[in-house]
């Protein structure tokens, strides 16, 4: 046998194990090659061998896969209730997706909403071998109130996860099994956990961790008693009967993307671990043809499986991962050493990061995002990686119009963690694409970009095309995407003018109010200090008038009083003001002028402000020394004196 003839006999039986693994879902390598080498090597009947009888009698309304090796019932006779059986496949009704998880083992049913728990009790028994009467399923949404209800009544959401508890494992019953019912606050949602008093705080969290995608390591708790530790047990706890009621939500607290090596479910699942990174990848050899021409005419199944085993990478994403970020990292280191160096520049971070380095810059700067959807298990997805993603053309498309982020959904806990960061930030619709994608579409680049504040999935190219293909749809897409940015470029544009006339509007009215109150701050206060002058004035005329008064009563005190009718000397004055108005006072000719000068006083006409004039001739008496005699300035005993204002 020549090197030719050894190669292609090597890389058709790493064909065929691929093939074998990816439509029986054996993830273990030994066992997958047993059943190869008793159907030697043809692969049609090693997966009628090992696939069980009645997994491929199902009807349209059912389909079970195992994700456990290690339980294989071989086929329990069921029997289902005549309602169950006789619903059409092509049904109107919801089907609901759920994975029942018991111990390592778990196992996924797709059944109509009007299935009753007693069929799914029994078709659980046809995969684990545990009597319905032993069985007790919990983690429904919505706890059962009867022996029998339909699946509608506790299932609200198209996929839940459940856990069976095998009652009559252990000393405690069903009347034991403590009543958990949780509320996650992120998702708004409730969950029912009915669990033995055994089970540990860390098995709760664990379940829960499940239910909600929420990390171990992530979940903040309220409810728990004070004192409880991961190893606390239900029944050391004083927890409410019949129902506890606890919330979780996602902690906020940032995370380092590193491995906890300390972690319990780390060491828990180690050895499933180990195992599922034993899968085989023979696509990229150093070797060449003169290789062979020293090796043997057969190969031992030994031979074949070490050599299988070393050249096989591990996971992009491990199993057991439970934080986003943490997952990219594994990611893209992965990738690059899987793959490198011609490969694209997967973004480093959470799907929300990337998503607002893509979408949250001006409409000229912003970019398409890319998600590439990896599975280890399809045979597309070496060329896919090495001839599509790292030919230069599309390297260069890559660099220059997208954000690309990767992820791994080979393992079912990291698929649903991907639906669940999908949901919450790309909507239902981009969702319900990737949960509807088969094995045989990976791998895939689903791209999205931004419209009017909304993430738009502009198209998906599923890995079954070649170059030609894939850089047109890339180009197709880029056009697409021209267009939709040329539209927001300009809404984005008349957005800023529209802003920015709008500021200029708000400044100019900002000024103006700024004006008025500036003016009404000046009147404000010219008012005040008219005021406070008006008061001044006020308490200045009253200060004068008190003086006045002050002055007037001091000066009638000292004034001689009036001389009586017919005394000798007597002059009588007639006073006329400037009103025009007369008052008639005597004096005695041996009056000094002062004596007049405080009669006027008395009556309000101070000398300062007012003129005495004589009436002939016209005198001003007011300026002569107030000590002089009215008999010195020759006053006849009859005369007129006007008084005029200074």
């Known amino acids: 046998m020549d090197s030719s003839e050894i190669d292609a006999k090597y890389v058709n039986r790493e064909e065929i194990l691929a093939d074998f693994q990816g439509c029986t879902g054996i993830d273990d390598l030994g066992e997958a090659i047993e059943w190869l080498e008793g159907a030697d090597w043809n692969l049609l009947t090693a997966i009628q061998n090992a696939v069980p009888q009645h997994t491929q009698a199902q009807s349209d309304m059912l389909m079970c896969t195992s994700d456990s090796s290690e339980i294989?019932?071989?086929?329990?006779?069921?029997?289902?209730?005549?309602?169950?059986?006789?619903?059409?496949?092509?049904?109107?009704?919801?089907?609901?997706?759920?994975?029942?998880?018991?111990?390592?083992?778990?196992?996924?049913?797709?059944?109509h909403e009007s299935m009753t728990l007693q069929d799914l009790q029994t078709l659980v028994y046809s995969d684990s071998s545990i009597p319905p009467c032993s069985q007790h399923i919990?983690?429904?949404?919505?706890?059962?109130?009867?022996?029998?209800?339909?699946?509608?009544?506790?299932?609200?959401?198209?996929?839940?996860?459940?856990?069976?508890?095998?009652?009559?494992?252990?000393?405690?019953?069903?009347?034991?099994?403590?009543?958990?019912?949780?509320?996650?606050?992120?998702?708004?949602k409730e969950y029912h956990?009915?669990?033995?008093?055994?089970?540990?705080?860390?098995?709760?969290?664990?379940?829960?961790?499940?239910?909600?995608?929420?990390?171990?390591?992530?979940?903040?708790?309220?409810?728990?008693?004070?004192?409880?530790?991961?190893?606390?047990?239900?029944?050391?706890?004083?927890?409410?009967?019949?129902?506890?009621?606890?919330?979780?939500?996602?902690?906020?607290?940032?995370?380092?993307?590193?491995?906890?090596?300390?972690?319990?479910?780390?060491?828990?699942?180690?050895?499933?671990?180990s195992r599922r990174n034993m899968y085989i990848d023979l696509t990229e050899s150093d070797s060449s043809p003169e290789d062979f021409e020293d090796a043997p005419e057969t190969f031992t199944d030994e031979m074949f499986v070490e050599d299988s085993v070393t050249r096989r990478a591990e996971p992009l994403i491990p199993d057991n991962v439970e934080d986003e970020t943490a997952a990219s990292v594994h990611f893209n280191e992965g990738f690059s050493r899987r793959f490198g160096p011609n490969i694209p520049n997967f973004f480093f971070g959470s799907l929300e990061e990337a998503m607002k380095e893509a979408f949250s810059r001006p409409a000229r700067e912003r970019r398409m995002l890319g998600i590439y959807l990896h599975h280890d298990k399809s045979v597309l997805s070496n060329v896919f990686c090495t001839e599509l993603l790292g030919s230069s053309e599309v390297l260069e498309t890559f660099n220059n119009f997208f954000v690309l982020w990767g992820w791994d959904l080979t393992n079912e806990a990291n698929r649903n963690m991907l639906l669940a960061l999908v949901m919450s930030n790309l909507g239902a619709e981009a969702a319900s694409a990737i949960r509807r994608m088969s094995m045989d579409q990976l791998p895939a680049l689903m791209i999205f970009a931004r419209t009017s504040y909304n993430s738009e999935n502009l198209s998906t190219i599923f890995g079954n095309v070649g170059l030609t293909e894939f850089t047109g749809y890339l180009m197709h897409a880029v056009e697409l995407y021209t267009s939709i940015q040329e539209t927001e470029i300009r809404e984005e544009d008349e957005r800023v003018a529209r802003d920015r006339i709008k500021t200029e509007q708000d400044q100019a009215f900002q000024q103006s109010l700024q004006a008025d109150r500036a003016k009404e701050e000046a009147k404000k206060r010219q008012k005040e200090l008219e005021t406070l002058e008006e008061q001044r004035k006020k308490e200045s005329e009253e200060e004068e008038e008190r003086k006045r008064q002050e002055e007037r009563a001091a000066v009638m005190a000292s004034l001689p009083p009036e001389p009586a009718d017919g005394l000798p000397d007597v002059i009588t004055l007639r006073f006329r003001n400037?009103?025009?108005?007369?008052?008639?006072?005597?004096?005695?000719?041996?009056?000094?002028?002062?004596?007049?000068?405080?009669?006027?006083?008395?009556e309000g006409f101070r000398v300062q402000e007012y003129k005495i004039i004589t009436s002939w001739p016209r005198n001003d008496i007011s300026s002569r020394d107030p000590v002089t005699t009215l008999k010195q300035i020759n006053l006849p005993p009859q005369e007129t004196l006007i008084l005029e204002e200074r």
């Open 193 to 273: 956990l009915k669990l033995p008093g055994s089970s540990t705080v860390y098995s709760v969290m664990d379940k829960v961790s499940v239910l909600t995608s929420i990390g171990i390591i992530h979940q903040d708790w309220d409810g728990w008693p004070p004192g409880k530790s991961d190893d606390s047990t239900l029944s050391q706890l004083p927890l409410d009967r019949p129902i506890h009621t606890l919330c979780v939500k996602a902690s906020t607290a940032p995370l380092l993307p590193t491995t906890v090596s300390q972690s319990k479910s780390e060491s828990r699942t180690s050895s499933k671990t």
């Open 72 to 111: 294989r019932n071989g086929g329990v006779p069921i029997s289902l209730s005549s309602d169950f059986s006789s619903i059409p496949s092509t049904s109107n009704q919801r089907t609901i997706q759920l994975k029942i998880h018991n111990n390592h083992s778990s196992f996924t049913y797709e059944a």
């Open 578 to 602: 400037p009103s025009g108005g007369t008052f008639v006072r005597k004096f005695l000719s041996s009056h000094s002028l002062q004596v007049i000068f405080d009669y006027l006083l008395t």
């Open 138 to 188: 919990t983690g429904w949404e919505v706890e059962p109130t009867s022996d029998n209800p339909p699946l509608s009544k506790l299932v609200k959401s198209p996929f839940v996860n459940l856990f069976l508890i095998n009652v009559n494992n252990g000393a405690e019953g069903v009347g034991s099994l403590y009543h958990l019912k949780i509320k996650a606050k992120d998702k708004n």
